[in-house]
């Protein structure tokens, strides 16, 4: 639709922009945790991907349905046993890695899905963060909105501490992005950048 | 929305006649039939708007609206249809027919067959989900429409729309296959055999002939319809409506009815049994059964949808148990599998497979930003 505005779009989430940039046209995508639908719908008309979201939220499945994407309702922690290996050329996990809460299988299984994943995630060692904590509180922010007591983070991590996992579980980062806002962080990221989205695929 | 409790109110049935021998699975042919159907709506210059629903085990061609002599026989369909609804008559021509073997004015087992002047009875053939398909594509044929914008239905109506997808896979843009399944499980296709049963041996069955003997086997399809009834509701649902409460308010140690369960369930199977034609339930259970598009593929659902071309929306009910969301995923997969695009919800609900009958304002919430988007395709 015409009266859909990207470029503000990718100006609210600019993991978006990012993670388009890597995305070739008419790619194969499954997007885990799609909420409405926007990235699905940003990627079907920036780079005509071929798309399926998942998400659990009833109101979700209705707006995804409204922005014109697929929509399969269900519930990634039980798996994608439904998704055939290799059926996608990338599986992307935008903004939802720290709120699942079997981020080890889920991880694997994105590699099984799809030649390559991508994930972007609140970077809990941004200076912000680490000043709140040392301060004596948990952090509440713009990247991070919710109160410890009603917040559906329950596995927040650092650039340092997803690059450990990564090399520990045997999956090959190829491409990284550090943001805060909309510009890119390059000097002393794990300090300094509020969002970080990766690419990766299973180590050879 | 000011037009969302509107109906599309005074509605008459159409008949059309077919002269074209039908050919069935079974290797039966009917030379001529009649179907009766209703629509709502206005077809398009270019009658791309048309939208089929096709009807489960004991509907009919009734969907919408109501009649001017009998205000109150609502259509079974109605709170998903009308201008303003999900399913909007502003936008949409919708059509509902009665399938072939029906007994609500379709050619039938209790029609008179024009070659002996008698009911068919149980001369009438088994008709497969396969062979309605092929007579509402006459029916297409007959209204000038090419390809529908949406063929769609719940429970065995949901099997006719998926064999749309597989029959004629470039007629017909958007499947909408709601509290359906690929295959009958084990399970229910024994529930459909006790119904059946119930039917078979009632003496006054007569097997199948029993309108020359001016009987009907009321204690078999009443039997039938109870039975049904009970795995149409959700265990929930029933303990909501009824619990344990008693007629009287007190036991009286007999055999009669004292449940107030078992008094709704008698109703229902009397209500049921007084217009309802015991050869059509026996077919409409026998074509439930035999669903089964993976059976002449090797059981392989992804290969037997490997033709289909359409748009899917699969929707199905948490509560039902009868045909539960894990045989809609079923669906989804293989549609998943062979690049499709498709849509699934799984709507929570507390009245099992009866669910899809219901106003449920998720449901329908669904169903109506599907439509938007189905009914932009020949607005633009």
Redesign the interface.
């Known amino acids: 639709m015409s009266t859909y505005d990207h470029s503000s779009l990718a100006a609210v989430r600019p993991d978006f922009a990012a993670i388009a940039a890597w995305i070739p046209q008419g790619a194969s995508v499954l997007d885990l945790g799609c909420g409405d639908g926007s990235l699905l719908r940003y990627l079907k008309d920036t780079r005509k991907v071929r798309g399926y979201g998942v998400e659990i939220d009833d109101l979700n499945i209705v707006a995804c349905i409204q922005n014109g994407v697929n929509v399969i309702q269900g519930d990634l922690e039980s798996g994608l046993s439904g998704f055939e290996s290799d059926a996608f050329d990338f599986v992307i996990l935008s903004q939802t890695l720290q709120a699942t809460r079997h981020t080890e299988p889920l991880m694997q299984e994105m590699l099984r899905v799809g030649h390559e994943g991508i994930v972007s995630f609140p970077n809990f060692g941004y200076w912000q963060n680490r000043l709140n904590v040392l301060r004596g509180n948990m952090p509440v922010s713009k990247g991070l909105p919710y109160q410890w007591y009603d917040t559906p983070n329950v596995h927040l991590c650092t650039l340092h501490d997803f690059e450990t996992f990564c090399n520990d579980h045997r999956i090959c980062i190829l491409e990284r992005r550090v943001m805060t806002g909309d510009s890119e962080i390059r000097l002393l990221p794990n300090l300094l950048g509020s969002t970080a989205v990766y690419r990766f695929q299973r180590a050879l | 929305m000011p037009n969302s409790t509107h109906s599309v109110g005074v509605v008459s049935a159409q008949r059309a006649q077919f002269d074209t021998p039908l050919s069935f699975r079974s290797g039966a042919v009917l030379p001529c039939y009649e179907l009766v159907y209703e629509t709502y709506g206005a077809l398009n210059s270019d009658k791309s708007n048309a939208i089929l629903v096709c009807h489960a085990l004991s509907g009919h061609h009734h969907v919408a609206g109501y009649y001017a002599d009998d205000t109150s026989n609502v259509g079974w369909w109605d709170t998903m249809i009308g201008p303003g609804k999900p399913i909007d008559t502003n936008k949409f021509f919708v059509i509902g027919l009665n399938n072939l073997g029906g007994c609500h004015g379709s050619t039938g087992p209790s029609s008179t067959n024009p070659e002996t002047g008698k009911p068919y009875g149980a001369s009438f053939p088994v008709v497969t989900v396969e062979d309605w398909v092929e007579s509402q594509a006459r029916l297409a044929d007959l209204l000038g429409i090419k390809q529908f914008a949406a063929v769609m239905g719940g429970s065995l109506g949901g099997m006719q729309a998926l064999q749309w997808s597989l029959s004629y896979p470039e007629r017909v843009r958007h499947v909408l296959a709601i509290a359906t399944a690929p295959r009958l499980t084990a399970q229910n296709i024994a529930f459909n055999d006790v119904a059946r049963n119930a039917i078979l041996t009632d003496p006054d069955f007569h097997g199948g002939n029993f309108y020359e003997h001016g009987v009907v086997p009321t204690r078999g399809l009443r039997l039938a319809r109870m039975l049904g009834h009970i795995t149409y509701l959700s265990d929930d649902a029933m303990a909501d409506k009824f619990g344990r409460e008693l007629l009287s308010g007190k036991l009286s140690y007999g055999y009669g009815i004292e449940f107030e369960i078992e008094s709704y369930l008698r109703y229902q199977g009397d209500k049921f049994a007084a217009y309802f034609d015991a050869n059509t339930y026996l077919l409409m259970t026998k074509a439930l059964d035999y669903f089964d598009p993976a059976r002449e593929y090797n059981d392989d659902l992804d290969k037997a949808f490997a033709v289909a071309r359409a748009n899917f929306?699969v929707l199905s009910f948490t509560t039902d148990w009868r045909f539960s969301p894990e045989r809609s995923?079923a669906i989804?997969?293989a549609l998943?599998?062979n690049?499709l695009?498709?849509?699934?919800?799984?709507i929570?609900s507390t009245h099992g497979h009866d669910s899809f009958l219901m106003q449920h304002t998720?449901y329908h919430?669904?169903m109506r930003?599907?439509l938007?988007?189905v009914s932009r395709e020949f607005a633009a």
């Open positions: 929306l995923r989804v997969h998943l599998h690049r695009n498709v849509s699934y919800g799984e929570t998720h919430e669904v930003a599907y938007n988007n």
